[in-house]
């Protein structure tokens, strides 16, 4: 069966330990976490996680039935399936010289992006979207030699209900 | 001693297992990880890991030390004391009505956040910030009715090179 990039939204209990026990999980299985995300919910005392795993439907599902015995595991979703918003954030640093930084600057307002940090040699550029649009400015401004760059991985959550299938999303 | 929160950047090896190490080596120190987020970084082959944790300075050295020994680590660095660009993206489903939607694009725009997704009964909100810009707009936006959060976390890079502490940052 063909692997398939998965996204799993967990809600977790606030507690030392949550996320050993679902990074054990996925090791027991070998599964390699492509990204993963984890920050505060809704509730207090509860944490949100997104995981994007590369998996055949068969392997998913069952490590979605895991997860959800796991201890301080209270809701896993399998995102995949629904019709979602996804996003991520990355920083980018690039090396800048005088002479190149408005050509950055131009491709950075091409996608949208914002410079959040200039420095005498290089410029640091923060940029959100989906993990194409990401990958798209990173190759545009590879030419100029990239520093660092650092990555949140995929967050999601399901469009507003049964209704917004028929309602046309926004776009950012 | 007083417990601060430390932000600590990981270059880690794409590997099963790497997380599970890392999580193993918190739970045994008990830490609670505030927030994690890991993804590609500028090497095939590595992704950079971000962790916020709340710890003393004696903890957090030895903590540093120890994912420094860990198999698939790279390099740790921790980015506390360091002049640092820190960023995290929530998305943020609000309950909305035709005659609340207006007020909630309203303080969207103020935000600089996006709708990104238009449904009958609700908005998803992006924003991208500091967790006081995050936690600003959700608590203005509480009173709407919070449907559903999703946080990526914190990441972060340093500024650019040392030279960046004489020359003034943009704002984003």
């Not at 994007?52 to 068969?58: G, S």
């Not at 408005?102 to 091409?110: K, T």
């Amino acid at each position: 069966m063909e692997a398939t990039k998965y996204t799993i939204s967990m809600l977790v209990e606030d507690k030392a330990g949550v996320l050993n026990r679902v990074a054990s999980l996925f090791r027991r299985r070998n599964f390699n976490i492509q990204s993963l995300a984890v920050g505060g919910s809704e509730q207090p005392g509860l944490s949100r996680m997104t995981i994007v795993v590369l998996a055949d439907p068969a392997q998913v599902e069952q490590v979605r039935k895991q997860l959800d015995k796991l201890i301080n595991v209270v809701k896993v979703t399998d995102l995949t399936d629904d019709d979602m918003v996804a996003r991520e954030l990355a920083l980018i640093k690039v090396a800048a010289t005088p002479s190149s930084r408005s050509e950055i600057i131009q491709i950075v307002d091409i996608f949208r992006a914002n410079i959040v940090d200039v420095a005498a040699g290089s410029v640091t550029v923060e940029v959100t979207g989906d993990e194409d649009k990401v990958n798209s400015l990173f190759e545009l401004l590879r030419g100029f030699g990239i520093k660092e760059i650092v990555r949140t991985g995929r967050i999601a959550l399901t469009r507003g209900g049964a209704s917004s299938k028929k309602i046309p999303s926004t776009k950012s």
